[in-house]
């Protein structure tokens, strides 16, 4: 397997993908009776951290000072794709359940910082803001 991005995680692929084998059969409770029954445990992970890997990676776009990076991604995918992005992870319809999310990232990075990551993420998200109100 490869090397994840070592400027964001010294964990390889591996790593993250028997974590989610751990927990393939919980995963695989939160879709409809049957529907994952194509998938061996071992493909199923893999989409789920393909699924999930795009996400996050959609996550840290949004949410930090990378516009070099933001700029690259819309470049290559254009608005359109960075808008639809947007309203499918939202509606979850990549499916995604959030736990899972939640668990790859707190794998990826350290309690607070991920913590963070997802609060800034769904603040703007939902409400147009990065910084909790203290209301």
């Avoid at 490869?2 to 028997?18: G, I, L, Q, W």
């Avoid at 029954?37 to 393909?50: I, R, V, Y």
């Avoid at 959030?98 to 609060?119: Q, V």
Wanted: glycine share 2%; proline share 1%.
């Amino acid at each position: 397997m490869e090397k994840a991005n070592t400027e964001s995680s010294s964990k390889d692929v591996a790593y993250f993908n028997n974590k989610i084998l751990e927990v393939v059969d919980n995963a695989r409770s939160c879709y409809v009776d049957g529907s994952t029954d194509k998938f061996n445990d071992h493909e199923f992970a893999l989409m789920m951290l393909l699924d999930a890997c795009f996400i996050i990676n959609h996550i840290e776009l949004s949410t930090t000072d990378t516009y070099n990076k933001l700029r690259t991604t819309r470049h290559h995918l254009g608005m359109l794709a960075l808008s639809t992005t947007v309203r499918d992870i939202v509606l979850l319809e990549d499916q995604i359940p959030f736990w899972l999310l939640k668990l790859l990232i707190s794998l990826r990075y350290d309690k607070d910082e991920g913590d963070e990551l997802l609060e800034m993420f769904l603040n703007f998200t939902l409400f147009g803001e990065y910084e909790q109100k203290e209301e």
